[in-house]
């Protein structure tokens, strides 16, 4: 599986941007798929989670209400749509894939879930 990540860049509090994470190397509907984002000096850290067939969605406290996750299986992708963004927003974001079962968030919430990285696209927020 290779997970290619684009569209972040520099942008002002209150902004949008919208970020891609193009699936290939197998089928995507077998992967859930989800976002974290690591900031400067810290560890990364959940965003966002979507299922297989992008009906079941969850995301952190710190994002919810103005970050959207979906996926578009025709395309092979997945969005992560960051409005009203905020200095705070600032870091590196990282599409994740998992073949493995989401039963819990626990799970999904977990990093050492996923079995597939992308490289990650910087987001800086300017105040």
């Known amino acids: 599986v290779q997970l290619q990540a684009s569209g972040g860049g520099l942008v002002q509090a209150g902004d949008s941007l919208r970020l891609s994470c193009a699936f290939s190397?197998?089928?995507?509907?077998?992967?859930?798929m989800a976002w974290f984002r690591q900031a400067p000096g810290k560890e990364r850290e959940f965003v966002a989670y979507?299922?297989?067939?992008?009906?079941?969605?969850d995301y952190s406290d710190s994002v919810k209400g103005r970050f959207t996750i979906s996926r578009d299986s025709a395309k092979n992708t997945v969005y992560l749509q960051m409005n009203s963004l905020a200095p705070l927003d600032t870091a590196v974001y990282y599409c994740?894939?998992?073949?493995?079962?989401?039963?819990?968030?626990?799970?999904?919430?977990?990093?050492?879930?996923?079995?597939?990285w992308g490289q990650g696209t910087l987001v800086t927020v300017s105040s």
């Open positions: 979507i299922n297989w067939s992008g009906g079941v969605t």
């Open positions: 190397g197998r089928t995507f509907s077998d992967y859930y």
């Open positions: 994740a894939a998992s073949r493995g079962i989401a039963y819990s968030s626990s799970v999904y919430y977990n990093r050492g879930e996923y079995d597939y």
